[in-house]
């Protein structure tokens, strides 16, 4: 053997040790092992049904190729998951989950049943981001962002403290517009049947995704009207409808909206606890990606409507939940008295 070769051969030989030696480590702590997915809501509901469908491919994209074991953790909307998550799961990569997104903020709107700290948890990614959409039934003579502002439109939602109300009153802060939230509706399909008899004129804040798969002909067959969307980002179906945050001049107003649309911009984000080693939070993420890049599942996510349009890196998330907690607080006071159901 020529000394080039035999240069190129230990070369070759460092570089296997180098990688089996970074792999390794993950290797022996995932093999054999049952991993735990937490899924923040009830069985058979959206988020229920995206994590167990990303719970039969994601083992197999993590070093080891663990079991995965889906767990469901309902409670006081997502944050008992959260609250798990943070004082008593294992911290050493063996649980992962799937929390709605607004409890990793609530702690920022002044929610004082949640008792933990969204900046240190490990962020893994998310399918998808969330667009909200101002929307009416096709007989209310509101056709614009002027309409809202010079009538009254009733908006149905849950109730004072709901993601509805709260957009109702943050939109009519910013942008002087006269939505009215009426409260009683328990779910969406309450609402787009209230819409449907005449009772109320329409949602204050549905999602785009919510539209496309439980009422998909209802914006092509003109309907119902998408007035105004809001979100991270705007969605290209929707041109011609005013995106909020390029409506918005205020500095001040800006920074609220920034923080206020944080949970839209987690989509339906996957976590792991505080003090996970760094390797394995890296190894998790990369296995998710790997699967919201798999055609098996794409293909497996198509058929069951699960959206999976805007796929998030962990990075990208920890971005937004730093961001979001790094609002002055005089926007925050502002961001909680909204929440409240005030606005200072």
Same mark, same amino acid.
């Given at each position: 053997m020529t000394l080039i070769r035999r240069s190129i051969c230990i070369a070759l030989l460092v570089t296997a040790w180098a990688a089996s030696a %970074?792999?390794?480590? @993950?290797? %022996?702590?995932?093999?054999?092992?049952?991993?735990?997915?937490?899924v923040g809501g009830s069985a058979g509901g959206g988020y229920d049904i995206l994590g167990r469908a @990303?719970?039969?491919?994601?083992?197999?994209?993590? +070093?080891?190729?663990?079991? *995965?074991? /889906?767990?469901?953790?309902p409670g006081a909307g997502g944050m008992v998951a959260m609250d798990?998550?943070?004082?008593?799961? =294992?911290?050493?990569?063996? #649980? *992962?989950?799937?929390? =709605?997104?607004? +409890?990793?903020? &609530?702690?920022?709107?002044? #929610?004082?049943q949640a008792r933990?700290? !969204?900046?240190?948890?490990?962020w893994l990614g998310t399918p998808s981001v969330e667009t909200a959409v101002a929307l009416v039934w096709h007989t209310v003579?509101?056709?614009?962002? !002027?309409?809202?502002?010079?009538?009254?439109?009733?908006?149905? %939602?849950?109730?004072?403290?709901?993601t509805q109300a709260f957009y109702t009153r943050l939109v009519d802060a910013v942008l002087g517009t006269k939505m009215k939230a009426i409260n009683g509706y328990k779910g969406l399909n309450d609402t787009f049947l209230a819409m449907e008899r005449g009772e109320i004129d329409g949602s204050p804040s549905v999602f785009?995704?919510?539209?496309?798969?439980?009422?998909?002909?209802?914006?092509?067959?003109? $309907?119902?009207? !998408? @007035?105004l969307q809001y979100g991270p980002q705007p969605v290209k179906d929707? %041109?011609? #409808?005013?995106?909020?945050?390029?409506? *918005?001049? /205020? +500095?001040?107003?800006?920074?609220? $909206?920034? &923080? &206020?649309?944080?949970?839209?911009?987690?989509?339906? +984000?996957?976590?792991?606890p505080p003090g996970v080693p760094a390797e394995r939070v890296a190894a998790m993420r990369q296995a998710l990606a790997d699967t919201l890049a798999d055609p098996t599942f794409l293909a497996d996510a198509k058929n069951i409507k699960l959206v999976v349009n805007a796929p998030q890196t962990g990075q990208q998330l920890?971005?937004? @939940?730093?961001h979001a907690y790094a609002t002055p607080p005089r926007v925050v006071d502002r961001l909680r008295a909204l929440n409240e159901g005030v606005d200072r």
């Open positions: %970074a792999a390794g480590p @993950i290797d %022996a702590f995932y093999k054999g092992k049952t991993v735990t997915f937490l @990303i719970a039969r491919y994601i083992g197999h994209h993590i +070093p080891g190729d663990p079991s *995965i074991v /889906v767990q469901n953790m798990y998550l943070f004082h008593t799961a =294992e911290h050493d990569g063996s #649980v *992962i989950a799937l929390v =709605e997104n607004g +409890p990793p903020l &609530a702690p920022l709107f002044g #929610v004082k933990y700290d !969204a900046t240190k948890f490990n003579p509101v056709n614009s962002l !002027a309409d809202l502002k010079s009538r009254t439109t009733t908006m149905g %939602a849950s109730g004072t403290n709901s785009y995704s919510a539209i496309t798969s439980t009422r998909p002909h209802w914006l092509p067959d003109h $309907l119902a009207k !998408a @007035i929707l %041109a011609g #409808v005013p995106f909020v945050p390029d409506l *918005i001049t /205020v +500095p001040d107003d800006k920074l609220l $909206l920034q &923080a &206020a649309f944080a949970p839209l911009a987690l989509g339906r +984000p996957l976590v792991m920890q971005d937004v @939940i730093d």
